[in-house]
């Protein structure tokens, strides 16, 4: 099963930009649907964006409204890594973002499908 690691959170001012890596371990990264989610103080943990690669096509890329626009999800199997480029980043981008994974070749919002999550990183956005 894989392990997933973040890094990359901090301390920014609202404009700035950040990104945020996911480091995961194992041998099949490309069978994997990769997510970013984040939790608030005192929120629901919520969906910000996923990515396949698909079993027979391009696979597929989602994002959450809220961040639609600011902020990108990629990923480099080479390197078993997944990122989340934030930018325009706002002070209710607040919050702990968690990288998280299933096998699978098709994004789903829904927490509950993914099977592994990494520790969270920290994003603080200051106004």
């Known amino acids: 099963q894989v392990q997933l690691v973040e890094s990359g959170g901090g301390l920014v001012q609202a404009g700035d930009s950040l990104r945020l890596s996911c480091a995961a371990s194992?041998?099949?990264?490309?069978?994997?649907?990769m997510g970013w989610f984040r939790q608030a103080p005192g929120k629901e943990r919520e969906f910000v964006a996923g990515?396949?690669?698909?079993?027979?096509?391009?696979?597929?890329?989602k994002y959450a409204d809220s961040v639609k626009g600011r902020f990108t999800i990629s990923r480099d199997n080479a390197k078993n890594t997944v990122y989340l480029q934030m930018n325009s980043l706002k002070p209710e981008d607040t919050a702990v973002y968690y990288c998280?994974?299933?096998?699978?070749?098709?994004?789903?919002?829904?927490?509950?499908?993914?099977?592994?999550w990494g520790q969270g990183t920290q994003v603080t956005v200051s106004s």
């Open positions: 998280a994974s299933y096998v699978g070749f098709t994004v789903v919002p829904n927490q509950s499908r993914y099977t592994t």
């Open positions: 194992g041998r099949t990264f490309s069978s994997y649907v």
């Open positions: 990515n396949s690669i698909g079993a027979w096509s391009g696979g597929s890329t």
